[in-house]
């Protein structure tokens, strides 16, 4: 097998002994669509990616969502970008930029917070992801 990880499961067989097509990728026996966890995902996908580079010959940058979930991504040749949450937002009317904590909450009647604006002008506030690129 070219995968580490990765499992495919490309056939259905159904109780009238058709069989259905279909292709699911699975780790560890739990399918991607359902239960398997963020981290397992992110290395999945890394695992993809790896077998699809060494069968082309080829080495991309790959980017990884939800990198916060993953505390070690399985090595890789291409260079990885790692998105990850930050508490850092920006204001998209007069460009402030600070933390969550540094915003005016608007609150429900249930004191729920339902939007933040900006300290300065009072515009609307924007969450951040930041990137992370790991040095190869």
């Known amino acids: 097998e070219k995968f580490n990880l990765a499992e495919f499961k490309l056939f259905n067989l159904q109780v009238n002994g058709d069989i259905d097509d279909c292709c699911r990728v699975k780790h560890k026996g739990i399918c991607w669509d359902a239960g398997l966890n963020n981290s397992s995902q992110n290395n999945v996908g890394v695992d993809v990616i790896n077998t699809l580079n060494e069968h082309y010959g080829l080495t991309m940058p790959l980017m990884i969502d939800n990198a916060e979930s993953t505390l ?37 009647g249930y004191n729920n917070i339902i939007g933040e604006t900006c300290p300065k002008c009072r515009g609307a506030i924007r969450e951040y992801k930041v990137l992370v690129v790991r040095e190869i």
């Open 72 to 108: 070690n991504v399985i090595p890789s040749e291409s260079q990885i970008i790692k998105l990850v949450v930050s508490e850092t937002v920006q204001c998209t009317k007069c460009k402030w930029t600070g933390l969550h904590s540094e915003t005016n909450k608007e609150l429900d």
